[in-house]
């Protein structure tokens, strides 16, 4: 059977089918026009609207599909908002309309815009607030406790960057948010030595062959973790596993029951996972005990990493 697509990208703008006469955005108010086949969605979509013109940071587009098979033709329309964590409360959301034309709900919203004001000042403020306290906590002591706390609580930045052209947008001047944007600075300044600093020491179990700790350094190095034969303001990783070895079946078997635990400088446990890896091989006890080390690694990276 041959399906036919075709796909339409449509901006928001008002139509044949949909309301007939959006408002213009003023000193009062924000509107929002969303459109979907589904009528929640739709509302969600009009919201979404409304954040992307309070921010350049979001874009929104509408995207009208068909598809047709033997006499039925499927519509369905989807709308894409890409953001960056915006989270934006948009307060005493009113629906001036709500109309369904040819299967499409097109849903007309307004906000106050002193009213989004508001509600975007009490969450940069509060966020604000959260990353002061972290940076004056941290501000001087460095290492893998601020480390885990900032990597931790990063997405609170990156929420408040996200949120400040949308309060410029709300119509606040963009010099009164320049306390705003140096936090975030202050922030990253911190977490860049905090990662510097970030060293540990690690304690092997006597058995751990020479590949699998090279390999192990190897990965945490990658993620940010440095190893070191200091003592002093560093975590430790704690390395344990045991090893059994079988023959079955003409077939070498390595099982390695392994446990990992992270602690930052202070002896708090940060990690702690308990797995086990396999590998056979037919040649040797060697090589399969080579393979059950790499699966070991690769599990370590999905565990403990990830």
């Known amino acids: ?54 921010s350049t940071r979001i874009q929104s587009s509408v995207g ?26 948009l307060p005493n959301v009113l629906v001036l309309e709500s109309t369904k034309k040819e299967n499409q709900w097109w849903v007309l919203v307004r906000v106050e815009r002193k009213l989004v004001k508001l509600a975007l000042k009490q969450q940069l403020d509060d966020l604000n607030d959260e990353l002061s306290f972290l940076i ?21 930045k990156e929420k408040l960057a996200a949120l400040i052209p949308a309060y410029i947008g709300s119509g606040v001047k963009e010099e009164v948010t320049n306390p705003l944007k140096q936090q975030t600075i202050n ?10 600093k970030n060293k540990y020491t690690v304690n092997y179990p006597p058995q751990a062959p020479a590949d699998f700790k090279s390999a192990f350094e190897q990965l945490m190095k990658n993620q940010g973790y440095k190893i070191t034969n200091q003592k002093k303001n560093t975590g430790t990783i704690e390395v344990k596993f045991t090893e059994k070895n079988t023959y079955a079946y003409k077939s ?7 446990e990992l635990s992270i602690l930052d400088e202070l002896g708090d446990t940060k990690n702690n996972v308990k797995f086990k890896s396999k590998g056979s091989s037919f040649s040797n006890k060697k090589e399969a005990s080579k393979k ?15």
């Open 136 to 156: 004056e906590d941290f501000s001087e002591s460095q290492g893998p406790s601020c480390w885990f706390t900032l990597t931790e609580n990063n997405h609170k």
């Open 252 to 258: 070498h078997l390595n099982i390695i029951n392994a």
């Open 187 to 196: 922030f990253d300044r911190l977490l860049k030595r905090c990662s510097y």
């Open 1 to 54: 059977m041959k399906i036919i697509t075709l796909i339409l990208l449509l901006l928001i703008v008002p139509t044949a089918y949909g309301i007939e006469k959006i408002p213009a955005d003023n000193d009062t108010y924000i509107y929002g026009l969303g459109v979907d086949t589904d009528h929640s969605n739709a509302q969600k979509f009009a919201l979404a609207d409304i954040t992307q013109k309070l």
């Open 292 to 306: 059950s080390i790499t699966n070991l690694i690769k599990k370590i990276e999905t565990l403990i990493i990830k």
């Open 64 to 89: 009208i599909s068909q598809s047709k098979s033997g006499n039925v033709t499927n519509t369905d329309t989807k709308q894409r908002t890409t953001a960056i964590s915006q989270e934006i409360e």
